[in-house]
């Protein structure tokens, strides 16, 4: 265990961090674009609207205090904010649009808005149950996916703007995870943990 531990702190502490320009580049979601997707009522729109534009200003002010704090930015925690917000914004747009209409904008969110550069929790909850992971096994497992998603984070300013560049450091962190993982797993836990995240790729930003 405390050789495993050893392989994970080093994992956290392999990015490099260097200064970053072109953060003044539009954030977030465009929500406007769904309205083209989907045929609103007046006032369905109004408050589609008010909603989006609620949450918007929300995501904003997060970013906002986040670069205000100095120093590095703490990129996990600014993803689990916004995690938050779109759950809720979720929940409000549940009591506006109908079932179909529904569906379509959490497709639409899912597809245009970035996310956490980790294994979810609900793939986290599969591989424990396929695998049937002990508690030590499990606890090694987001203990590696944080690392993962935090190393990524950390070395955003170099990547930043570049999807080449965002691709090469997302593929060395997780050949890391898998390779942390490769010690924490038996043989053939390993083998269906592949088989489980073979899909997990670096996505770009469009």
């Known amino acids: 265990m405390k050789n495993i531990k050893t392989v994970l702190t080093a994992f956290v502490l392999g990015a490099l961090v260097v200064s970053c320009s072109g953060e003044n580049k539009k ?36 970013f906002e205090a986040a670069k205000a704090q100095g120093g590095q930015m703490d990129r996990v925690a600014l993803g689990i904010k916004s995690e938050e917000l779109k759950a809720r914004q979720a929940e409000e747009m549940a009591k506006v649009l109908d079932a179909g209409q529904m569906e379509k904008f959490n497709k639409f969110v899912d597809e245009n808005s970035r996310k956490r550069p980790r294994y979810d929790n609900q793939l986290l909850n599969k591989i424990k149950t396929e695998l049937q992971l002990s508690d030590d096994q499990f606890a090694m497992l987001n ?3 944080d690392a993962f998603e935090k190393s990524f984070n950390d070395a955003h300013d170099v990547y930043h703007g570049n999807n080449d560049l965002a691709k090469e450091y997302w593929e060395k962190f997780d050949n890391q995870r898998k390779e ?21 790729q670096f996505k770009g930003r469009k």
């Not at 942390?180 to 997990?200: N, R, S």
């Open 27 to 62: 954030r977030g979601t465009d929500y406007s674009k769904f309205k083209t997707e989907v045929t609103l009522t007046p006032e369905q729109e109004k408050s589609y609207d008010e909603i989006t534009a609620k949450y918007q200003k929300q995501s904003e002010q997060n």
């Open 143 to 145: 203990a590696a996916n």
């Open 180 to 200: 942390a993982l490769k010690k924490v797993f038996t043989p053939e836990q390993y083998t269906k943990f592949l088989a489980i995240v073979k899909d997990q």
